[in-house]
């Protein structure tokens, strides 16, 4: 195809002086940034495995890390809209533990007097609950804040109050336990995971996923006459993609079921256990696929919306945004539903996998979510930050957590490094932008 | 369009009597001025003198606290700028007002942004157009994937009239356009003006630059402290008499005088 000379990239003479892999980087249009954050986190976890005796980088480790992380990896999505727009949340752990108290409420006391216990809706429906008291209660903290024009930190410190004490209120401090059956799969655990075969097919569909969108990317910038990307960078592109998204899945599928749980599901169903035990594989976790789709929505939503965009903006100059006809307020209000939905799907999580709702869940919890965001790059002076940023930074926090268990480090000591590295690594990132603007 | 019920012949903005103060300040004090169908009419003072303020009242960034406006005649209620932009009324603010983190075509776009079939948005198309329009304006511009922060003060400026442009404002009011621009693009600018009042395009022109106001406007109209101190077709007043307004507040015999204009 033609390529107009206007668009020409830049003179030849200079890219050959440069070295491959700075070539290879620009020329697949790679977030440096973002290829900094997964070598840290590559770093931090072959460390780990190093001190720990070969322990860490196992199948069953990273599942369970994968797990453990989905919860807040969920809410630091949505704590990346608020931050970009320069507003936080400090709430969002209460919220979790209201929400959840609800949830469990929902599904043991209330859902079972009409449908009767473990009916196949319950989960949903609670879930449902869940999601709308979430929105009314973000949607309560975004009115305060944008129409009555109170700071988001003082608001939400409220929330953290109000919230927390009115998980309390709901059963008067009990916990609430057991959960609906199907409810609980999405908390993990062998039941709740989608096993090796579908495992398979979410990794195969997103392959082709990824696959596609290279393809249709290049097909639009071929329809307007824009610059390519070499055709070899494209394929780079989709092989590491994929390999990753298989390397994954592979993962996930070695790792098999406890014996015991084997036994008896051997038992449950007629199944004879062979010489030397029968593998089961776990699979993908059904908490892990909800993360992932949440992060897929979230960044869709971010940068493929017109919400997305003037939440940008928005950050980048409010008063810009305003001017160019944005209706801020609204928009700020719908992030703070947003953050509340979230908070709910992540308590769901949370609730499913602790098989309970406890008053006290969650607590904490807005401090790593805004850890989380703020170590995946998101700029606390507003419009910069991304989805997938926050996402990474939440598998590091939980990385440097979970490794320190398995290494024996004491619990309080364990909160200072968390805490030295959360300041490090937004000083590096300080440091990076100031070189790269 | 009723403009012969109103009989208000082909004025398209008028603004009545238009006051607002900021604390006991009266920065806008009953000021009025009409702006008729293609004409160019430039608001001239000292810094502190009103204009910006005076002017944007009518782009919906501030509520007046007096007075009325009509636009084509009809009352207007102008409480935001989507309100001012519903009545076809664009602005190119002297702080530009582009948002810094986000690239060219997304500024051009903020708050109209094409979209697809699925109601997502269409980037690729947004940047064809983008790179139509900033190519007619400043035709060495080629950073279209870069944060406008990246951009030089003439390349944010063009970007700020591309915006504007861009939309088909049929009252368009331009805060200190050609403040941040070298010669050339000034002269670019001032090109622009002349295309766009040839296209019927009212423009409200905000300027410090009395040489760019006697070539470009068909009326000046001078604030004094937050007054309005008169108005005079350019043919009936010489650059030292506006001056004069503009200096000491005095309306010479040419212009109609204001509320603020000096009594002798």
């Keep these: 195809m033609a390529v107009n000379p206007n668009f020409a990239a830049p003179p030849g003479a200079r890219q050959s002086r440069e070295p491959l892999t700075t070539r290879m980087i620009r020329a697949t249009e790679t977030d440096t940034r973002m290829l900094g954050m997964l070598g840290a986190l590559l770093l931090i976890w072959i460390c780990f495995h190093i001190f ?7 199948p069953r480790n990273l599942w369970n890390l994968s797990v453990q992380t989905s919860s807040v990896a969920i809410m630091s999505t949505g704590m990346v809209l608020i931050i970009v727009t320069r507003h936080i949340d400090l709430s969002v752990g209460s919220i979790l533990g209201f929400v959840a108290m609800i949830m469990g409420v929902t599904q043991t006391a209330f859902l079972p007097d009409f449908l009767g216990a473990n009916n196949s809706f319950t989960w949903a429906l609670t879930l449902v609950a869940g999601m709308l008291a979430g929105a009314a209660i973000g949607g309560l903290h975004g009115y305060v804040i944008a129409y009555l024009g109170v700071p988001a930190f003082i608001v939400t410190l409220g929330g953290l109050l109000v ?6 209120w709901v059963t008067s401090g009990q916990t609430v336990a057991p959960m609906d059956d199907n409810f609980r799969l999405m908390g993990g655990g062998p039941y709740g995971a989608i096993g090796a075969f579908w495992s398979w097919v979410v990794g195969a569909i997103a392959c082709a996923g990824i696959v596609s969108m ?18 070899l960078a494209e394929l780079t592109l989709a092989l590491a993609g994929c390999a990753a998204v298989l390397g994954a899945v592979a993962v996930a599928n070695s790792y098999a079921w406890p014996r015991g749980i084997v036994n008896r599901y051997a038992t449950a169903n007629n199944i004879e256990v062979p010489e030397g035990g029968l593998f089961i594989a776990h699979g993908i976790a059904i908490p892990v696929l909800i993360a992932v789709c949440v992060g897929i929505i979230m960044t869709f939503v971010a940068t493929r919306t017109r919400f997305g965009r003037y939440v940008f903006a928005m950050g980048g100059n409010p008063e810009a945004a305003e001017l160019a006809g944005i209706n801020t307020r609204w928009v700020t209000m719908k992030i703070f539903i947003l953050m509340g939905v979230l908070c709910a799907i992540a308590g769901a999580i949370s609730t499913a996998r602790l098989n309970a709702s406890t008053n006290a869940q969650g607590t904490l919890d807005e401090l790593l979510v805004i850890a989380a965001a703020v170590i995946g790059g998101t700029s606390l002076s507003g419009g910069i930050g991304t989805i997938s940023g926050a996402i990474i930074g939440a598998l590091v926090m939980q990385s440097l957590q979970s490794g320190m268990v398995l290494l024996g480090v004491d619990a309080p000591f364990q909160n200072v490094v968390v805490g030295v590295v959360l300041v490090l690594a937004v000083w590096l990132d300080g440091l990076y932008r100031r070189r790269s603007v | 369009m009723n403009l012969s019920e ?22 806008v004090d009953h000021a009025s001025l009409d702006l008729h169908k293609g004409e160019v009419v430039a608001l001239l003072g000292h810094n502190g003198a009103g204009k910006s303020t005076f002017i944007k009242l009518l782009s919906g960034a501030y509520k007046r606290d007096s007075g009325d406006i009509r636009v084509r005649g009809e009352k207007a209620i102008i409480n935001n700028p989507r309100d001012a932009k519903a009545y076809g009324i664009e602005t190119i603010y002297q702080t530009l007002a582009l948002a810094d983190n986000v690239d060219t075509a997304a500024n051009l776009y903020l708050g109209r942004e094409l979209r697809t079939a699925w109601g997502t948005l269409d980037d690729v198309a947004m940047e064809a157009s983008a790179r139509e329009v900033m190519g007619r304006l400043n035709p060495r511009f080629q950073r279209f994937k870069e944060p406008v922060k990246a951009l030089s003060g003439g390349q944010r400026q063009s970007v700020a009239i591309a915006r504007a442009i861009l939309f088909d404002a049929q009252i368009l009011i331009m805060d200190e356009p050609t403040a941040a ?3 050339q693009e000034t002269a670019q600018v001032g090109e622009l003006i002349k295309q766009l009042k040839a296209d019927g395009i009212s423009i409200f022109l905000i300027s410090h630059d009395i040489d760019d106001v006697f070539e470009l406007a068909d009326k000046v109209a001078v604030m004094k402290n937050g007054q309005m101190v008169g108005t005079a077709p350019l043919d009936a007043v010489t650059r030292d008499e506006v001056l004069g307004m503009i200096i000491l507040g005095k309306c010479p015999a040419g212009a109609i005088p204001g509320p603020g204009a000096m009594l002798d």
């Design chain 1, 52 to 58: 720990s005796d070969g322990r860490f980088l196992t």
């Design chain 1, 163 to 168: 919230w927390r004490g009115a998980a309390w």
């Design chain 1, 214 to 231: 290279i393809a249709i990317g290049r097909r639009n910038r071929q329809r307007f006459n824009f610059p390519l990307r070499p055709v």
């Design chain 2, 6 to 27: 109103t009989g208000a012949s082909d004025k398209v903005v008028e603004m009545q009597d238009c006051s607002i103060s900021f604390g006991g300040i009266h920065a």
């Design chain 2, 181 to 183: 621009l070298g010669p």
